[in-house]
């Protein structure tokens, strides 16, 4: 009885790790499948609009400053401070903020 307990723990193990590359595997084939419907997206978007070139230069320009205010919104959710301002040392124990780039 110990060896065959021993090959159902052995196939059980085997099964769990199958089981979790499956699910890294359908992860991936999910984070592809919406790199190609975004890019289908725009390639129908940017064939129907009136200049092509003009609104691929518009959306690749919304989805950079999309992506730099999401990168604030982190930012300064992770600092807990509004995005471009930092603490500042300060006389008498109080705290100020000045602008990050002063």
């Given at each position: 009885?110990?060896e065959a307990a021993r090959?159902?723990?052995?196939?059980?193990?085997?099964?769990?790790?199958?089981?979790?590359?499956?699910?890294?595997?359908?992860?991936?084939?999910?984070?592809?499948?919406?790199?190609?419907?975004?890019?289908?997206?725009?390639?129908?978007?940017?064939?129907?609009?009136?200049?092509?070139?003009?609104?691929?230069?518009?959306?690749?320009?919304?989805?950079?400053?999309?992506?730099?205010?999401?990168?604030?919104?982190?930012?300064?959710?992770?600092?807990?401070?509004?995005?471009?301002?930092?603490?500042?040392?300060s006389p008498?124990?109080?705290?100020?903020?000045?602008?990050?780039?002063?």
């Open positions: 009885m110990g090959s159902l723990d052995d196939v059980s193990d085997h099964l769990g790790e199958v089981l979790r590359r499956a699910d890294e595997l359908l992860a991936e084939w999910s984070r592809f499948g919406a790199e190609v419907r975004t890019q289908v997206d725009r390639e129908v978007a940017a064939n129907a609009a009136n200049n092509k070139h003009d609104f691929l230069v518009a959306l690749d320009r919304a989805v950079k400053e999309r992506a730099e205010e999401e990168r604030k919104a982190a930012e300064e959710e992770a600092s807990g401070h509004p995005a471009g301002l930092r603490p500042a040392a008498g124990g109080l705290r100020m903020v000045q602008r990050a780039d002063a």
